[in-house]
């Protein structure tokens, strides 16, 4: 028999609550679901078939005979998840509520083009794959984050600045081939945003998350999901120009962009200018620990910088919180200093009133958090669990 | 017998695909709401059963016994609108298509508080009513739009700095118990951007919609919904700060604010200055179509400088388009020419190689079409079908 989207629908309202953690009676799936009692058995019934929901008998029991409680199966699968930046990638396989089995850093150099790097990238999968102890038929997907602007729908980069001969390459159809699992493919800040929502700030419906590092960009989420504009391109803060600093040159070719000013590779150059040599977002945040003044005062200045392309964003979009990760947040609290100083003096009161700007939480892990919930969250919208339904079905 | 929410939502789906005007047989709509046959069946009688559906058996036939079309009946139900500025109201009842079936414009005093211009709101539109031969039973709601924050949820106004008296104000309970139908409220740029989007711009799916008049606002559609942000203020851009006008006072008490510097107002106050007395955004456009050479230099300016604050925008959201509003927006090609200069010379290539920028094209009517769609989608959503299902099953 076929299975309706309407069916679909309500498989994925059932998992969607009992993703949290925690099991429920069939009475309370239909409290909490709205969805009658019979279309909750059936669509109960259809996620223990798939092996995403079990039965936890051991719930608690009010008295008298227990009722069977269900609860969301997070190792009925699991999904490889990679970071992949300029010098290096985190590699990791999860379960599915994103909590990671086992990890890996590798380095590699992104500009050695696709081929290379996602072959290395399959191979270590695959290992860790076999670390885990899991089967590649237990793979429900692959997640990857790329150091720039990717076409979300194909997969594809398109015209990244410092990743040549991946313009336009078909990452997914390319891993799927070698480790035949589905795809999917964003850039590095949009995983990020989405790891550091899902894992610290999920109550916050609107949040922009601000990667700091050799480059500047941001991951917007609105309304619980990424927000990736018509072009895939949204949240591309570092070429924002400022309007005071029209004489500093960029690497995109234009001049007083905000990752020229405020961005780890603009701060270890202005440095080494000054006679403290430094060339990497990680020289700067050491000499920053190590208490130099002339560190920490360029650090405050790129907070206030990034601040005053935030406050524009914060009146446009009144988000409920910025988060501030990448590399160059770890400099202590200078830099988010420096960006709230400047967000709650320029934006609107009603917009900043109940704002919080925060450090990143989730740290290094935010890219491989977001990566896998990227996959898991696609496998279980009502389109994918059609197809999975109709599959067994069929079968 | 109950409705679910998975009845309902077939029902809104139904509908969504019927309220482009176009009938559909029970075939289509199978095959493009990818709901079963029988599905379909059930929830077009629900449909037929509210008056929202009508059988439409004059559709075209390739030959044999025409099979049974299907059409949603914008005339099934009535709503009215007003969009309320500061110094008058245009008031109109809609059919559920969102078009206007009678009109007027009203003057009134924002200042003189809520009281008294919902009551007079009301009574105009109670009028209107009987003019458009409609009893009050027919009214599927009410849509308000107001000219200050508005927190959507309650549809109170929050700090509205020009409408004193209203900060608070209970306006859906006001309103509700005169005219005794559910009231949905919101600010006025968000309705006018509504109602731009829906009527003429619904392909894409992220819009900026710039009102530039007295103020200058904001209206955010994002993935073809209205975007509010965490307090209903998303979309302020009037008050974000220009670096280089810093002298300039604005009437929020800051200084350098956008709208300090290309709103009609400010634009008014230059002209003033040189002798050239203008008062209000009618004023500037009376002159600039006149051809005052000092005029059409100041709103060239006046689109350059909103144009640094949408690259910024642009920058973050990457829209599909812009739509510039508004009453300064009549004064011909020079505003969005100076909006143009500016957006495509400061954004990323990425986000502007599909951008459109463009002039409203529901002009003075964007608002209370706005008004107006935002009650029939609110009162067409899967919750409320399933509560108008419940009722009549009840009775």
């Not at 990238?121 to 997907?141: F, N």
């Not at 960029?250 to 990752?259: A, D, I, S, Y």
């Not at 406050?311 to 409920?320: D, H, I, K, Q």
Request: net charge negative; hydrophobic share 45%.
């Amino acid at each position: 028999m076929g299975y309706s989207s309407a069916q679909a629908a309500g498989a994925a309202t059932l998992l969607g609550l009992l993703r949290d953690g925690r099991p429920r009676t069939r009475a309370e799936l239909v409290a909490e679901s709205g969805m009658g009692r019979s279309s909750v058995t059936e669509r109960v019934d259809d996620l223990l078939g798939l092996g995403l929901v079990t039965r936890a008998d051991n719930a608690p029991s009010t008295g008298g005979r227990p009722a069977s409680a269900f609860a969301f199966n997070p190792g009925a699968r699991v999904v490889l998840a990679a970071d992949v930046g300029a010098t290096h990638a985190k590699i990791t396989v999860s379960d599915l509520s994103g909590a990671v089995l086992v990890e890996e850093d590798l380095p590699l150099d992104i500009a050695s083009g696709p081929e290379v790097v996602l072959a290395l990238v399959c191979a270590r999968g695959e290992d860790l794959l076999e670390r885990a102890g899991r089967a590649r038929d237990e793979l429900l997907g692959i997640g990857l984050g790329l150091p720039g602007p990717v076409e979300h729908a194909s997969g594809r980069p398109t015209n990244p600045p410092i990743m040549p001969g991946w313009d336009g390459f078909d990452v997914p159809g390319h891993v799927r081939e070698r480790l035949g699992a589905p795809v999917l493919v964003d850039n590095d800040v949009n995983i990020m945003a989405l790891g550091e929502h899902r894992t610290h700030w999920y109550d916050w419906p609107h949040m922009l998350f601000v990667k700091v590092a050799t480059g500047i960009g941001c991951g917007l989420i609105t309304d619980g999901r990424l927000y990736r504009g018509s072009q895939g391109v949204a949240g591309d803060m570092g070429h924002v120009q400022l309007p005071h600093v029209s004489e500093v040159p960029c690497r995109c070719g234009n001049v007083g962009c905000l990752e020229a000013v405020a961005s780890g590779a603009a701060l270890a150059a202005r440095l080494t200018e000054q006679d403290i040599p430094a060339r990497t977002s990680g020289d700067v945040v050491s000499l920053a620990r190590s208490g130099s003044v002339p560190t920490l005062t360029l650090v405050r200045q790129a907070g206030r910088r990034i601040g005053e392309v935030l406050a524009t964003a914060v009146s446009f979009l009144n988000p409920s919180g910025i988060v501030i990760g990448g590399a160059l947040s770890q400099a202590g609290e200078h830099l988010i200093a420096g960006v709230r100083e400047v967000v709650y003096r320029r934006s609107l009161p009603l917009a900043t009133q109940d704002l919080r700007i925060v450090q990143s939480r989730a740290g290094e892990r935010a890219g491989v958090y977001g990566a896998a919930l990227m996959v898991v969250e696609h496998a279980l919208s009502p389109e994918r669990l059609t197809a999975s339904l109709a599959a067994r079905g069929a079968a």
